[in-house]
Every structure is written in C-alpha cells, then in structure tokens.
C-alpha cells in the first residue's frame, strides 16, 4: 500500500515505457553504433576490431567520401539561405490583414506537409525530365530544350535545391509568427522620421525577427544536412550524373545497406553527427554579433 502511495514509484511507472523504449531504441544504437565505427562490420560475420581504420579510410583512400562532402556543402550552403530568403518574402507578403488569407497561408504551408515524400520526389523527377514540365514550359516560350536536368551533372544537384526552396512552409509559419509580434508602433514612428520601406526592414523588421531568423537558420541547416529522400528517389539510390547529387546521407547509406560496411556506415554516421554538432556550435557562437535580444540588448 506504502509503495502505491509513494510519488516517485507512481511517477516512474508511467514514464517506464519512455524511459525503456529511449533506452532501448535510443542509447543502445547509438553506444553500438559507435562500437561498429571501429570494426569491420557486414552483418553476415562477427564484427572484427580495426581501431581507427575506417576514419583513416574515410579521409585518404575514398574519393567518393570526399565529393559526397563537397556535395553536401554545396547543397546546404545554397537551400538554406534561399529557402530562409523565400520564407521571409512570403511570410512578408502573407502578413496582411485581408480577406482569405488564412487560404493563402495554408495553400503555401501545404507543400511542407508532402514535400519530403516518395511521391512527391518521384514527381520532381517528373518535373525535371527531358519531357518534363520544366522543358514544355521552356517549349511555349519559344525555348526548345530536351536535356534532362536531373541527368545533367551541371544542373541535377540544382534540382534537389529547388525542392527544398519549395518545402518553405514551416519556416514561413515560424517567421510570420516572429512578424506578429513586432509592435506596428515601430513602423508608424519610422514612417514619421521620414524612413522608407527599405530602411524600415533592415533597421526595424530584421533586427527583432533575429532571434527567429537563428531559429529557422539552425533547425533548416541540420535539416539540410540530412537530407536523404529527395536524393535517393530522383537519382534511384545511385547519386546522379557524376555525382553530382552523391548527398553525404545518400553515400552513408549505399556503404551500410549496398555494400554492407556497417562499421564504415557508422564511422561516417558519428563524423556527420560531430560535423554538425560543430556547424550549429558555430552558428551560436556567431549569433552574438547579429542577434538582437530586446528585452536585454544586444549579447
């Protein structure tokens, strides 16, 4: 009866499955996978104990490790600061008191909620074929054209690029809240100081939305970089012309379920994890310099 009565006891009995299912489906891959990164692992045999090996591999002996890197910053690099540019311009555009616009905003959020789906991606491909919308578009114009630009390494990487441009919905939502809560007695003042819509954007709007655009900016970059559907549907698990759309979660999983080298596939899953772990860190530590804080200044 005590042990019934006892906070702690109840408490830990509803968390138990949380707490078993997180330590089951959580902490354990993610301690063996760190153990796999030091073997030489294929699923079919014991793993064997190589130490430091498939890092080594990684950095000197692997070509195609290190164009899945330079694709993968490519990619990042280009996708979050246009999808983060176009969900701000529409956020601005959508912040209007006028009839319907809750329609709008939902039609524009709608492509977030399927954007990263086989179907959608399989489309894209569609899209972009050498008989694609893109090229019949390009045909009413007066503009012939029957390359395929996902088979063409200049452009294929550009294709998975715009796709994520296009999924800008959630970012838009998160920034057009940011835009609702900035005092419209702001503008009025900057209005009568003489200040035009130019100036009062980049003096009122991008200041207090910085703490928003951080946000978008660290959430949209880790989302880049692991980026996998698009890229495995559109190339067909194979990484494009060339290469060219060899994303780095895209190679990882070709060395783990193509391959099999799950150890390898793991020594590249916890440098991913590190690399990330550093390009947020850097983030934050640059945010100090353009993030405004209102309430307590500038940090």
Do not use: C
Not at 84 to 90: K, Q
Not at 131 to 154: D, R
Not at 282 to 298: A, M, N, P
């Amino acid at each position: 009866m005590k042990l019934r009565e006892n906070d702690h006891v109840v408490g830990y009995a509803f968390a138990a499955p949380f707490i078993l299912g997180f330590l089951l489906f959580i902490v354990y891959p993610v301690f063996s996978s760190l153990y796999y990164s030091f073997t030489n692992y294929n699923l079919l045999e014991a793993p064997s104990w190589v130490g430091f090996d498939n890092y080594a591999k990684m950095f000197t002996d692997d070509e195609k490790y290190a164009k899945s890197i330079s694709v993968t910053l490519n990619y990042v690099l280009a996708s979050v600061p246009l999808r983060l540019a176009f969900a701000l311009g529409v956020a601005m555009l959508l912040n209007k008191a006028i009839a319907g616009i809750g329609l709008y905003r939902s039609a524009y959020y709608l492509p977030s909620l399927i954007g990263g789906s086989v179907a959608v991606s399989i489309l894209w491909s569609q899209v972009f074929g050498d008989k694609g919308l893109v090229n019949s578009a390009l045909g009413l114009i007066g503009i012939e054209s029957s390359t395929s630009w996902i088979g063409n390494p200049g452009t294929a990487l550009w294709t998975l690029i715009a796709l994520s441009v296009w999924q800008f919905g959630s970012s838009m939502l998160i920034f057009l809240a940011g835009l609702k809560n900035i005092p419209k007695d702001y503008y009025e003042a900057a209005s009568v100081d003489g200040a035009n819509k130019v100036r009062q954007f980049f003096k009122i709007t991008l200041p207090l939305l910085s703490p928003i655009i951080l946000f978008n900016l660290i959430m949209q970059t880790i989302s880049a970089f692991m980026t996998f559907t698009p890229a495995y549907i559109i190339s067909r698990g194979e990484g494009g012309p060339l290469d060219e759309t060899l994303l780095y979660s895209l190679y990882l999983y070709k060395r783990a379920f193509t391959f099999y080298e799950m150890g390898y596939a793991s020594a590249m899953a916890w440098v991913a994890l590190i690399a990330i772990g550093l390009v947020t860190l850097l983030i934050f530590q640059s945010s100090r310099y353009w993030v405004h804080y209102e309430s307590k200044g500038d940090r």
